[in-house]
């Protein structure tokens, strides 16, 4: 039986940082008020020029560092992204090109907050069922982009950056399951209304911009994070105190909070990074597990519990011996 376990991790934040007490010369909005109701301190913004692709890439290389693998060696590439750097050809394909890597599969997921949690259970599959070896999957968002900067309700939540991971088949997992839902019947709760279909003119508009219903967000977020929990330690006959690291989608500090006292996990047990970089959307799990990887808090051989919820509405959960 084949198995797919993380073989090394990788985040990038653009260089330019903005705090919160810019917002107050912006909108309505104080450096009090942010920190109180989200716990987010600051957020990277990524330069006028640099893309989607290009913070994948460079967390992706450091990814790949880590995996001790060749570049040669990845066979699958998954990004997760809801802000790619073109309508066509995917992400996916823009990475796997300066990556000089050809003919592997390479795609986009769009699965907005949830997208990193989707893009592991599909290299999980494809690992699984012998489709690939070493997989390259990337959480990677631009959404200073999408953002109405006179809205502040929603520009004080978001930020830019990546995550990566390489997956690795291995003969005892590694990843134990993946849980993955969507509700589509809350679309506007959580949306950018325009798109391509639905003509270019919208493009220009206030449409293209995040609208969040923030109230109905929230509740639905903490309900779900706990739902996904239950499922996911019931599917392995796991005990919650079994797990040794809770990290969670980094959106909201009260959400985290909360996702954790369903778990009777102390906060020293969750990674939270929310409040340097906002919420990354599919960014957030990638960068705030290697973040914990890295300064030496996550150990080999560790129970972990990843959980996400986005617009759709999409959740997931991914149960992982790291
Ligand atoms: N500064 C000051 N006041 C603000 C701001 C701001 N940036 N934003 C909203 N307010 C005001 C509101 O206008 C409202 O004023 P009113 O009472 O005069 O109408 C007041 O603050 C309270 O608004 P609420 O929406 O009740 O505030 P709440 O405590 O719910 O916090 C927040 C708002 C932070 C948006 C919260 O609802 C939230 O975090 N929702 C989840 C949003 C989220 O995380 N979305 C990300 C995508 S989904 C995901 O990743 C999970």
Redesign the pocket.
């Known amino acids: 039986m084949t198995f797919s376990r993380i073989a090394g991790t990788g985040g990038y934040l653009p260089e330019r940082v903005m705090h919160n007490k810019e ?1 107050e010369k912006l ?4 450096d009090e ?2 920190r109180e ?2 716990g987010i301190k600051r957020r990277h913004l990524a330069a006028d020029n640099e893309t989607t692709s290009d913070m994948g890439l460079a967390a992706a290389r450091k990814a790949i560092d880590a995996a001790d693998v060749a570049v040669s060696d990845i066979d699958l590439i998954i990004v997760a992204t809801t802000t790619p750097d073109k309508v066509f050809p995917s992400t996916a394909c823009i990475v796997q090109r300066r990556l000089k890597l050809h003919t592997i599969p390479a795609f986009d997921i769009h699965a ?2 949830s997208g990193f949690i989707y893009g592991l259970d599909v290299a999980n599959r494809f690992i699984r069922t012998g489709g690939a070896t070493n997989a390259l999957v990337i959480g990677s968002e631009t959404y200073s982009r999408i953002i109405d900067w006179s809205d ?7 930020g830019d950056g990546a995550g990566a991971m390489v997956l690795t088949a291995a003969g005892e997992p590694g990843i134990m399951s993946t849980h993955i839902h969507a509700d589509g019947a809350f679309e506007e709760a ?1 949306h950018v209304p325009a798109g391509i279909s639905s003509g270019y003119d919208a493009i220009r508009t206030e449409s293209a911009f995040i609208q ?1 219903k ?2 109905e ?2 509740k639905k ?1 903490v309900s779900t994070m706990g739902s996904i929990a239950k499922e996911t330690l019931s599917a392995n006959n796991v005990d919650k105190h079994d797990i040794a690291w809770l990290i969670p ?1 980094q ?2 500090l ?2 985290i909070k909360a996702a954790a006292k369903k778990l009777d996990l102390p906060m020293d047990r969750v990674v939270v990074t929310v409040d340097e970089h906002a ?1 990354t ?1 599919s960014a957030s799990i990638p960068l705030a597990l290697d973040v914990a990887i890295r300064d030496g808090r996550i150990k080999r051989g560790e129970l972990l519990l990843f959980e996400a ?3 759709g509405f999409t959740w997931g959960s991914v149960l992982v011996r790291y």
């Open positions: 917002f909108v309505d909005t104080s008020w942010i109701r989200t907005a907050c502040r309700g929603t520009c004080v939540l978001f959580l969040m923030g109230h967000v929230f977020a989608h959106a909201n009260r959400i919420n959307s919820f986005g617009a």
